[in-house]
């Protein structure tokens, strides 16, 4: 049986269930919260963000699939904190998020690298989905980057090129946060298959954020599955749009490709924490319960097919067609 680490261990991938496959738990500008993050209490943010992730399991759902990279602050022994206070499965990432240049350690390590294969930020995500991110014991299990409306910087195309050769390495699969608005998905799966990509293990992450069904379609029928993983972020594209898109393409017999999230974390500093409510009042993670598949039921949308995107669509993407052979034995 094809198994998946999570912060809690490996788990069979038939048991991952019900699968939220783009969820943060924090979303932090650490170096900002260690300097400035008077208002920042350990232990009540972990009990807040367990408390909520219990709240999600009984809701049923089983597990949460979390990008949380360099960039936005990833901290794993904090995750293990809040992990060992709930029963819901927690995957995390390796990888990197930038909308243009690479963090200054970057800059100058490996800038004369020829490949991706040879860029130092490629084995650091190799080593991560290999041997754990630093001394938590904890695997990650997915690659993330980001192509945003910027589109493909320098810095951009450094990072999707070394998370395209840590997959091909390692076969784990990819999510990237794109742009719809600005079509940067087709960019991102151009790039990822120079480096020799499978496309139907990755997402084009907030491919929810448009109904440009050309444009899903296009990528959909490249392999790609696409992140229908925004709901909440009203603002961005209304509710309405959001469902009857989905709705639409699975009609059209696209479930097998969408995956269904919120994008939703227990706790962001990107906004006074007061706000998001005034905002984004629907942007939490029992939104797809209470409101969208609903939504989507009224559209037509049948059981097996939100079994599809919530069930299979994870358990396929995390089963690893070609694990790294093991080393050869001394
Ligand atoms: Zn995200």
């Not at 904090?78 to 963090?103: E, H, M, S």
């Amino acid at each position: 049986m094809a198994q998946v680490e999570s912060v809690g261990g490996p788990v069979d991938v038939a048991s991952l269930g019900t699968t939220l496959m783009h969820e943060h738990v924090f979303v932090l500008s650490e170096e900002i919260r260690q300097n400035y993050g008077a208002d920042w209490d350990e232990e009540t943010r972990v009990a807040d963000a367990a408390a909520k992730l219990n709240t999600l399991r009984q809701r049923g759902c089983d597990t949460i699939v979390d990008p949380t990279v360099i960039g936005l602050g990833r901290d794993i022994g904090r995750i293990k904190r809040v992990a060992a206070r709930t029963d819901l499965n927690i995957i995390v990432a390796t990888g990197l998020y930038t909308y243009d240049d690479v963090p200054f350690y970057f800059r100058y390590r490996g800038a004369q690298s020829h490949s991706a294969a040879t860029d130092p930020m490629t084995a650091l995500f190799v080593g991560d989905l290999t041997d754990g991110i630093a001394d938590t014991g904890v695997k990650a299990a997915f690659l993330k980057c980001a192509i945003e409306e910027k589109g493909l910087t320098p810095g951009v195309e450094r990072v999707l090129r070394a998370v395209g050769a840590a997959h091909v390495a390692t076969g784990a699969p990819v999510t990237v946060h794109t742009h719809p608005g600005s079509r940067s998905g087709l960019e991102a799966m151009r790039v990822l298959t120079e480096e020799g990509a499978d496309l139907s293990r990755v997402v084009m992450g907030h491919s929810g954020d448009t109904a440009d069904l050309d444009y899903l379609t296009t990528l959909a029928d490249a392999g790609c599955l696409l992140g229908m993983d925004r709901f909440g972020l009203d603002i961005l594209l209304p509710f309405e749009q959001r469902v009857d898109t989905v709705a639409e393409l699975a009609r059209r017999g696209y479930a097998e490709k969408m995956v269904l999230s919120h994008d939703a974390s227990c706790y962001i500093d990107w906004f006074q924490p007061d706000v998001i409510g005034t905002f984004a009042p629907a942007w939490h993670y029992e939104h797809l319960f209470d409101d969208v598949l609903p939504a989507l039921r009224d559209r037509g949308v049948t059981d097996p097919q939100i079994e599809t995107m919530l069930v299979t669509n994870p358990r396929r993407y995390f089963s690893n067609p070609n694990p790294p052979a093991p080393p050869d034995a001394p």
